[in-house]
Protein backbone atom coordinates (compact mmCIF):
# COMPACT_ATOMS: atom_id res chain seq x y z
CA UNK A 1 0.00 0.00 0.00
CA UNK A 2 0.77 3.50 -0.26
CA UNK A 3 0.92 6.31 2.13
CA UNK A 4 -2.66 8.44 2.12
CA UNK A 5 -1.74 12.03 0.58
CA UNK A 6 -0.20 14.53 2.99
CA UNK A 7 1.42 17.49 3.17
CA UNK A 8 5.01 18.15 4.50
CA UNK A 9 6.98 20.87 6.27
CA UNK A 10 10.48 21.31 7.09
CA UNK A 11 11.14 23.99 9.79
CA UNK A 12 14.21 25.21 10.92
CA UNK A 13 13.69 26.35 14.32
CA UNK A 14 12.09 24.96 17.74
CA UNK A 15 9.21 27.95 17.45
CA UNK A 16 8.23 27.02 14.25
CA UNK A 17 7.91 23.52 14.32
CA UNK A 18 5.60 24.29 17.54
CA UNK A 19 3.58 26.79 15.07
CA UNK A 20 3.20 23.67 12.28
CA UNK A 21 2.24 21.47 15.54
CA UNK A 22 -0.82 23.45 16.24
CA UNK A 23 -2.25 22.85 12.71
CA UNK A 24 -4.83 20.49 12.67
CA UNK A 25 -4.04 16.61 11.54
CA UNK A 26 -0.23 17.37 12.12
CA UNK A 27 2.31 14.42 12.92
CA UNK A 28 6.48 14.85 13.86
CA UNK A 29 8.50 12.86 11.62
CA UNK A 30 12.11 12.36 12.74
CA UNK A 31 13.61 9.52 11.75
CA UNK A 32 10.58 7.28 10.78
CA UNK A 33 11.35 3.81 11.56
CA UNK A 34 7.84 3.91 13.56
CA UNK A 35 5.39 5.89 11.39
CA UNK A 36 6.55 5.33 7.69
CA UNK A 37 4.99 1.88 8.41
CA UNK A 38 2.03 3.12 9.73
CA UNK A 39 1.69 5.90 7.08
CA UNK A 40 2.33 2.67 4.59
CA UNK A 41 -0.30 0.46 6.11
CA UNK A 42 -2.99 3.31 6.17
CA UNK A 43 -3.18 3.02 9.99
CA UNK A 44 -2.58 6.83 10.18
CA UNK A 45 -3.57 9.46 7.96
CA UNK A 46 -1.74 12.78 8.80
CA UNK A 47 -2.46 15.91 7.02
CA UNK A 48 0.73 16.91 7.48
CA UNK A 49 4.40 15.45 8.65
CA UNK A 50 6.84 18.08 10.16
CA UNK A 51 9.92 17.11 9.77
CA UNK A 52 12.14 18.48 12.82
CA UNK A 53 15.83 16.97 11.28
CA UNK A 54 17.01 20.38 10.66
CA UNK A 55 16.39 22.17 13.57
CA UNK A 56 20.02 22.41 15.47
CA UNK A 57 18.87 22.85 19.10
CA UNK A 58 17.43 19.01 18.68
CA UNK A 59 20.43 17.35 17.59
CA UNK A 60 21.91 18.36 21.26
CA UNK A 61 23.76 14.84 22.88
CA UNK A 62 25.58 16.32 25.76
CA UNK A 63 25.82 15.74 29.76
CA UNK A 64 24.99 18.17 32.34
CA UNK A 65 24.70 18.06 36.43
CA UNK A 66 24.92 14.38 36.74
CA UNK A 67 22.68 13.80 33.91
CA UNK A 68 22.66 12.65 30.00
CA UNK A 69 20.54 14.97 27.88
CA UNK A 70 19.26 13.34 24.34
CA UNK A 71 17.74 15.61 22.22
CA UNK A 72 14.78 14.77 19.54
CA UNK A 73 16.89 14.06 16.39
CA UNK A 74 19.83 12.00 18.32
CA UNK A 75 20.18 8.38 16.38
CA UNK A 76 20.05 5.51 17.90
CA UNK A 77 22.76 4.44 15.87
CA UNK A 78 24.94 7.63 17.38
CA UNK A 79 23.92 6.96 20.91
CA UNK A 80 25.28 3.38 20.69
CA UNK A 81 28.52 4.46 20.04
CA UNK A 82 29.35 8.10 21.01
CA UNK A 83 31.28 7.98 24.27
CA UNK A 84 29.50 9.85 26.22
CA UNK A 85 26.81 7.51 26.34
CA UNK A 86 28.95 5.06 28.43
CA UNK A 87 27.75 7.42 31.62
CA UNK A 88 24.48 5.56 31.45
CA UNK A 89 24.90 1.89 30.77
CA UNK A 90 21.46 0.98 30.33
CA UNK A 91 21.45 2.13 27.70
CA UNK A 92 24.45 0.68 26.06
CA UNK A 93 23.09 -2.87 26.97
CA UNK A 94 19.48 -2.06 25.43
CA UNK A 95 20.58 -0.45 22.29
CA UNK A 96 22.32 -3.37 20.31
CA UNK A 97 18.46 -5.14 20.92
CA UNK A 98 16.75 -2.22 19.06
CA UNK A 99 15.82 -3.60 15.78
CA UNK A 100 18.46 -3.87 13.24
CA UNK A 101 21.83 -1.91 12.78
CA UNK A 102 20.16 0.22 9.78
CA UNK A 103 16.87 0.94 11.96
CA UNK A 104 19.06 2.00 14.20
CA UNK A 105 20.90 4.39 12.19
CA UNK A 106 18.15 6.23 10.99
CA UNK A 107 15.47 5.65 14.14
CA UNK A 108 16.03 8.40 17.19
CA UNK A 109 15.88 7.49 20.72
CA UNK A 110 13.22 10.02 21.08
CA UNK A 111 10.93 9.01 18.86
CA UNK A 112 11.09 5.29 19.98
CA UNK A 113 10.14 6.96 23.30
CA UNK A 114 7.25 9.15 22.25
CA UNK A 115 5.89 5.84 19.71
CA UNK A 116 5.54 4.03 23.04
CA UNK A 117 5.31 0.79 21.65
CA UNK A 118 4.48 -1.75 24.61
CA UNK A 119 7.46 -4.09 23.21
CA UNK A 120 9.69 -1.44 22.59
CA UNK A 121 13.05 -1.85 24.82
CA UNK A 122 13.61 2.03 25.13
CA UNK A 123 10.65 3.22 26.91
CA UNK A 124 11.23 0.28 29.64
CA UNK A 125 14.90 1.99 29.97
CA UNK A 126 13.36 5.67 30.63
CA UNK A 127 11.05 4.09 32.89
CA UNK A 128 13.63 2.03 35.10
CA UNK A 129 16.03 5.38 35.16
CA UNK A 130 13.25 7.51 36.23
CA UNK A 131 14.48 9.45 32.99
CA UNK A 132 13.26 12.89 32.15
CA UNK A 133 10.71 14.12 28.97
CA UNK A 134 11.27 17.27 28.37
CA UNK A 135 7.92 18.13 25.78
CA UNK A 136 8.09 21.68 24.18
CA UNK A 137 4.82 23.21 22.81
CA UNK A 138 2.94 26.31 22.45
CA UNK A 139 2.02 26.91 26.18
CA UNK A 140 5.81 26.72 26.84
CA UNK A 141 8.42 23.58 27.91
CA UNK A 142 7.10 21.33 30.50
CA UNK A 143 9.26 18.26 32.02
CA UNK A 144 7.32 15.16 32.81
CA UNK A 145 8.98 12.13 34.67
CA UNK A 146 9.26 8.53 32.57
CA UNK A 147 6.70 6.76 35.11
CA UNK A 148 3.67 9.44 34.16
CA UNK A 149 4.54 9.78 30.55
CA UNK A 150 3.34 6.41 29.45
CA UNK A 151 -0.83 6.22 29.21
CA UNK A 152 -1.28 3.33 27.17
CA UNK A 153 -0.35 1.00 24.13
CA UNK A 154 0.65 3.86 22.24
CA UNK A 155 -0.18 6.39 23.92
CA UNK A 156 1.66 9.47 26.18
CA UNK A 157 0.93 12.97 27.63
CA UNK A 158 2.26 14.57 24.91
CA UNK A 159 -0.18 17.17 23.19
CA UNK A 160 -1.27 17.74 19.72
CA UNK A 161 1.04 20.58 19.75
CA UNK A 162 3.42 19.46 21.37
CA UNK A 163 6.92 17.58 20.86
CA UNK A 164 9.37 15.54 23.04
CA UNK A 165 12.14 17.88 22.48
CA UNK A 166 14.53 15.62 24.85
CA UNK A 167 14.91 12.73 27.20
CA UNK A 168 17.21 13.34 30.23
CA UNK A 169 18.66 9.61 31.72
CA UNK A 170 20.51 10.25 35.07
CA UNK A 171 24.33 8.89 34.72
CA UNK A 172 25.15 6.03 36.60
CA UNK A 173 26.65 6.27 40.61
CA UNK A 174 29.19 4.26 42.15
CA UNK A 175 27.74 0.97 42.98
CA UNK A 176 24.97 1.14 40.45
CA UNK A 177 24.96 -2.08 38.62
CA UNK A 178 22.40 -2.64 35.42
CA UNK A 179 21.08 -5.52 33.40
CA UNK A 180 19.37 -5.77 30.38
CA UNK A 181 18.07 -8.85 28.53
CA UNK A 182 14.91 -9.73 26.45
CA UNK A 183 13.47 -12.35 24.79
CA UNK A 184 12.05 -12.49 20.56
CA UNK A 185 11.30 -14.84 18.31
CA UNK A 186 14.27 -13.82 16.16
CA UNK A 187 16.97 -10.84 17.02
CA UNK A 188 15.18 -7.30 15.87
CA UNK A 189 11.59 -8.53 16.29
CA UNK A 190 9.35 -7.04 18.86
CA UNK A 191 10.03 -8.67 22.27
CA UNK A 192 7.92 -11.33 23.52
CA UNK A 193 9.05 -10.46 27.18
CA UNK A 194 11.93 -8.22 27.94
CA UNK A 195 13.42 -6.71 31.06
CA UNK A 196 15.27 -3.55 32.24
CA UNK A 197 16.72 -3.65 36.05
CA UNK A 198 18.82 -1.26 38.01
CA UNK A 199 20.72 -2.28 41.39
CA UNK A 200 22.50 -0.29 44.25
CA UNK A 201 24.10 -1.78 46.16
CA UNK A 202 25.96 -0.93 49.54
CA UNK A 203 26.93 -2.46 52.57
CA UNK A 204 24.08 -1.63 54.23
CA UNK A 205 21.38 -2.40 51.69
CA UNK A 206 20.86 -3.12 48.01
CA UNK A 207 18.06 -1.12 46.38
CA UNK A 208 16.72 -3.11 43.03
CA UNK A 209 14.11 -1.79 40.24
CA UNK A 210 12.98 -4.00 37.36
CA UNK A 211 10.87 -2.67 34.51
CA UNK A 212 8.85 -5.48 32.20
CA UNK A 213 8.30 -4.25 28.83
CA UNK A 214 6.17 -6.78 26.29
CA UNK A 215 3.68 -7.93 29.29
CA UNK A 216 1.54 -5.04 29.85
CA UNK A 217 0.01 -1.70 27.68
CA UNK A 218 3.05 0.14 29.22
CA UNK A 219 6.04 -0.29 31.35
CA UNK A 220 5.77 -1.80 34.48
CA UNK A 221 8.13 -1.04 37.06
CA UNK A 222 8.66 -3.12 40.45
CA UNK A 223 10.95 -3.31 43.22
CA UNK A 224 12.36 -5.95 43.57
CA UNK A 225 14.77 -5.51 46.29
CA UNK A 226 13.35 -7.71 48.95
CA UNK A 227 13.46 -10.85 46.49
CA UNK A 228 16.95 -9.65 45.71
CA UNK A 229 17.85 -9.42 49.63
CA UNK A 230 16.08 -13.17 49.99
CA UNK A 231 18.82 -14.87 47.93
CA UNK A 232 22.04 -12.97 48.97
CA UNK A 233 21.08 -14.73 52.73
CA UNK A 234 21.32 -17.91 50.46
CA UNK A 235 24.33 -17.16 48.57
CA UNK A 236 26.38 -14.25 50.63
CA UNK A 237 27.21 -11.27 49.95
CA UNK A 238 29.87 -11.54 47.10
CA UNK A 239 28.14 -14.49 44.95
CA UNK A 240 28.55 -15.40 41.06
CA UNK A 241 26.15 -14.62 38.69
CA UNK A 242 25.03 -18.04 38.53
CA UNK A 243 24.48 -18.89 42.02
CA UNK A 244 22.42 -15.96 42.70
CA UNK A 245 20.82 -16.53 39.68
CA UNK A 246 19.60 -20.01 40.78
CA UNK A 247 18.71 -18.47 44.09
CA UNK A 248 16.31 -15.29 42.81
CA UNK A 249 14.84 -17.84 40.66
CA UNK A 250 12.80 -19.15 43.69
CA UNK A 251 11.11 -15.68 44.07
CA UNK A 252 10.87 -14.52 40.53
CA UNK A 253 7.81 -16.50 39.63
CA UNK A 254 5.90 -14.26 41.89
CA UNK A 255 6.88 -10.83 40.30
CA UNK A 256 6.29 -12.51 37.21
CA UNK A 257 2.44 -13.31 37.95
CA UNK A 258 2.11 -10.02 39.10
CA UNK A 259 3.80 -7.65 36.42
CA UNK A 260 2.07 -9.97 33.43
CA UNK A 261 -1.41 -8.56 32.61
CA UNK A 262 -1.73 -9.20 28.58
CA UNK A 263 -4.36 -11.92 27.48
CA UNK A 264 -1.73 -12.78 25.45
CA UNK A 265 -1.61 -13.39 21.20
CA UNK A 266 -0.41 -15.86 18.51
CA UNK A 267 3.06 -15.62 19.83
CA UNK A 268 3.04 -15.92 23.18
CA UNK A 269 0.36 -17.20 26.01
CA UNK A 270 0.12 -15.26 28.87
CA UNK A 271 1.41 -18.12 30.89
CA UNK A 272 4.45 -18.45 28.50
CA UNK A 273 4.97 -14.62 28.97
CA UNK A 274 5.23 -15.41 32.60
CA UNK A 275 7.99 -18.11 32.36
CA UNK A 276 9.84 -15.92 30.34
CA UNK A 277 10.02 -12.88 32.88
CA UNK A 278 11.02 -15.11 35.89
CA UNK A 279 14.04 -16.30 33.20
CA UNK A 280 15.25 -12.86 32.46
CA UNK A 281 14.01 -11.78 35.86
CA UNK A 282 16.54 -14.17 37.85
CA UNK A 283 19.67 -13.84 34.87
CA UNK A 284 19.76 -9.90 34.90
CA UNK A 285 18.95 -8.77 38.67
CA UNK A 286 21.68 -11.30 39.38
CA UNK A 287 23.89 -9.60 36.47
CA UNK A 288 23.08 -6.14 38.06
CA UNK A 289 24.19 -7.05 41.46
CA UNK A 290 27.42 -8.38 40.80
CA UNK A 291 28.00 -5.11 38.19
CA UNK A 292 26.97 -3.12 41.14
CA UNK A 293 29.36 -4.84 43.72
CA UNK A 294 32.43 -4.22 41.10
CA UNK A 295 31.49 -0.61 40.47
CA UNK A 296 31.71 0.29 44.26
CA UNK A 297 34.42 2.89 45.38
CA UNK A 298 37.30 0.79 46.73
CA UNK A 299 37.88 1.45 49.94
CA UNK A 300 40.89 3.28 51.37
Not at 114 to 133: F, G
Amino acid sequence: MKAAPFAYVRPGTIADVVAELSRDGSKVIAGGQSLVPVLAMRLGRPAQLVDINAVPELRQLSRDNGSLRVGATVRQRQLQREDIAAAVPLVRLALPWVGHREIRSRGTVCGSIAHADPSAELPAVAACLEATMVLTGGSGTRQVAATDFFTGALSTVIEPDELLSEVIFPVAKPGEGFGFGEFARRHGDFALAGVAVRVLASDEAVDARMTCFGVSDVPVTVDVSSHLQSALQTTGSDPSRADLAAALAEHTGDVAGDVVDTGGDSHASPAYRRRLISALAAREVSRAYVSARRSRPEES
